[in-house]
């Protein structure tokens, strides 16, 4: 079965500090794969998602995350986080059929201290 | 244009009852999904209709749920005989196509508390 594995529980950072979130994902097959963020008292937002192409993906507010399939992994970037970056990130990702539903890691809790 | 809505925001069953908790998707999305979300977990999914065909139900705990989309809209989760293992956010996501490759828009959520 597909599973999804969020390294960090819980990220501390400062204001302008880096972030990196690691994701791995277990499944052998062709995969799309999603960055979802949810801000205090806010429903899930998609950050970005990645389903063929550029490894390197782009999304809002200067997130990135890189797809490397030898690896399995999915990790999220910023070079210079804000305190407004304060929130809840899940990795999740669905196989390349129709209707397949998201399986999603357990999530990170991002705080940034200004 | 406004997102995926749901209602009740929060709901408070005494253990035994039977709950309804309401989805309505963005307008014109074909795919539907319903997750259910324990604290401190992420979202697992539920069931997903595609128009009003139920296509997926491996995800339902058990037959006391019940998931409908009678006329391919709006949908509805029912828990029958609640029980305190079902409290958790309900999360309902709407597509606006059939394959997996469509971002999902997730909706606030429902809060159960079963007491």
């Known amino acids: 079965a597909q599973s999804v594995s969020q390294h960090n529980h819980h990220v501390i950072l400062s204001e302008a500090a880096s972030l990196e979130l690691g994701c791995n994902y277990s499944?052998?097959?062709?995969?799309?794969l999603f960055w979802y963020v949810q801000y205090p008292g806010q429903h899930l937002q998609l950050l970005l998602k990645?389903?063929?192409?550029?490894?390197l993906v782009k999304g809002i507010k200067g997130f990135e995350a890189e797809f490397i399939k030898s690896k399995f992994s999915f990790n999220l970037r910023k070079p210079s986080v804000q305190w407004s970056d304060t929130a809840e990130y899940f990795c999740?990702?669905?196989?390349?059929?129709?209707?397949?539903?998201?399986?999603f890691g357990k999530g990170t809790t991002l705080s940034v201290s200004s | 244009g406004a997102g995926v809505s749901q209602s009740p925001r929060y709901k408070v069953a005494k253990r035994g009852q039977d709950v309804a908790l309401r989805c309505d998707p963005i307008?014109?999305?074909?795919?539907l999904f319903w997750y259910q979300q324990a604290l401190g977990q992420g979202p697992e999914f539920l069931t997903y209709?595609?128009?009003?065909?139920?296509?997926?139900k491996s995800g339902l705990p058990s037959d006391r749920f019940f998931a409908e989309r009678p006329e391919g809209s709006v949908s509805t989760l029912k828990i029958q005989r609640t029980q305190q293992e079902d409290s958790a956010v309900y999360l309902c996501?709407?597509?606006?196509?059939?394959?997996?490759?469509?971002?999902?828009?997730f909706g606030p959520g429902t809060r159960l508390t079963v007491t």
């Open positions: 499944y052998g097959g062709t995969v799309n």
């Open positions: 209709f595609q128009n009003e065909a139920q296509l997926d």
């Open positions: 307008s014109g999305h074909v795919s």
């Open positions: 999740a990702v669905n196989a390349g059929q129709a209707g397949t539903a998201l399986i």
């Open positions: 996501a709407s597509s606006v196509g059939g394959s997996s490759a469509y971002e999902q828009y």
């Open positions: 990645y389903f063929s192409g550029d490894p």
